[in-house]
């Protein structure tokens, strides 16, 4: 008989490479480790979310520092149109009712319609009674209704092509170029002129008012004041202070009603003192015969002054460090994962988020800081000498703010690698 084979050598086990992870597994782990794990989960989560968050926020500061100022006119006109009425005239929703009640009557041209419409908005409510409102809300379309009531005389034109209508106290005639209201006969209201526009404009330069300009600003300006009106002294020091300060106050433009329409209030506060408001600025008298201007932002891009805005390469960097942040978040998070795993790897990790962070937190910093620099530098002049302290304070603030948040979770997490629990487990000598 043949003998059975011999058995087969015994299998002898091949080593294993060990893995990266320390021996101590849940309860051998060190506290601080678990600290440290949970910390980077957590505070990785909020990280994304604050990151997105900051960027949003840049993004509002960019856009609302872009928005021209003229959004700071007068706010009496619908559609973002700019308020052109004074204290005596109509404001802009009841200069379209008598408008058109106007041109439904008699036509007439554009030009003569816009003389019509500043003569309306400086002195209409001394020539013309206002449109009726019917508290029922009942009745027929209101220029229509206004045109029954206030123009039911006579209208006519003119050889030189101006247009005339009756009115219940006189006569409102119209031309190309101006708009005169006559009274009739017994009527208090005297004989008001008005035109439109300025003679020799100059709207791409700024350059100083001419006498009748300055004179219609002035006039306006008492219109304001009411019963209180302005002294010569205090008319004069404010026709000097305008003269010195148009470039920053009032901005040149071809129109007289947007010139006017910059008046925006006169108040009195106490002790012969009055402020003069502008739509961007202001002038208060003093009793002493000095006077404290304080300009805003010029909202006219024809003035050649840029407003305070935002669109630098600071911005686009606050954009790149808020994307990073979000990036290094999501990273934070898969450490604290691996860390909750006893990886040794965990600790390299680490290190490398800190260096990271440190990095990105100061070039935000820096951003911030010059991102209001060029928000500054954007204003003019007088308004950067005005507000430079209050900037940079802001900026300063930010500065403090960013790099708080940055590298306090950094340096935190130094602290706790250093501790002897920490460099025991990830095997440090």
Known sequence: MSQAPPPPPPMIPQPVQALPFNDSYGASRPGVITTLGVLNIVIGALGGVVAAVSGFFTVIFILVTAMSPMMMMHTGAPGGATEIGGPNGFLISDRTVILQ??????????????????????????????????????????SADYLTQNLGGATGMNNDGGVW???????????????????????????????????????????????ADLQAVIDRVQEYAGASPLTPAQLNLLQNQIQSNSATIIFPATDMAQLLGQVAAVTSLGNNTVMV???????????????????????????????????????????????????????LLTIGIITL??????????LIYVAAKVVITLLTSVAIWSMFQTFKSNMDAATAAQNSAAVDHVAMTMMVLAAFFGLGYPLLMLLLLWTRSARAFYLVK
Do not use: C
């Not at 006969?185 to 709207?203: E, V």
């Open 165 to 211: 209508y009756t009115v219940p106290i006189g006569t409102i005639t119209l031309t190309d170029t101006t708009a005169t209201f006559t009274p009739g006969l017994g009527t208090a209201t005297p004989m008001l002129a008005r035109t439109r526009y300025r003679s020799n404009p100059t709207p791409t330069s700024v350059t100083p008012l001419s006498p």
């Open 101 to 142: 009640a106007f041109a439904n009557k008699q036509g007439m041209s554009q030009p003569q319609k816009d003389q019509l419409e500043f003569l309306l908005a400086d002195v209409g409510q001394k020539i013309i009674p206002a449109p009726a409102i019917n508290p029922n809300g009942v009745g027929g379309e209101p």
């Open 341 to 350: 795993r006893n990886s040794l790897v965990a600790r390299k990790l680490m």
């Open 277 to 331: 408001a502008f739509t961007q600025g202001s002038i208060v008298l003093n009793p002493d015969g000095s006077a404290t201007v304080t300009p805003g932002f010029n909202p006219h891009p024809s003035a050649g002054v840029a407003a305070g805005r935002v669109k630098s390469p600071s911005s686009d960097t606050i954009w790149i460090d808020a994307g990073l942040d979000v990036l290094l978040s999501i990273f």
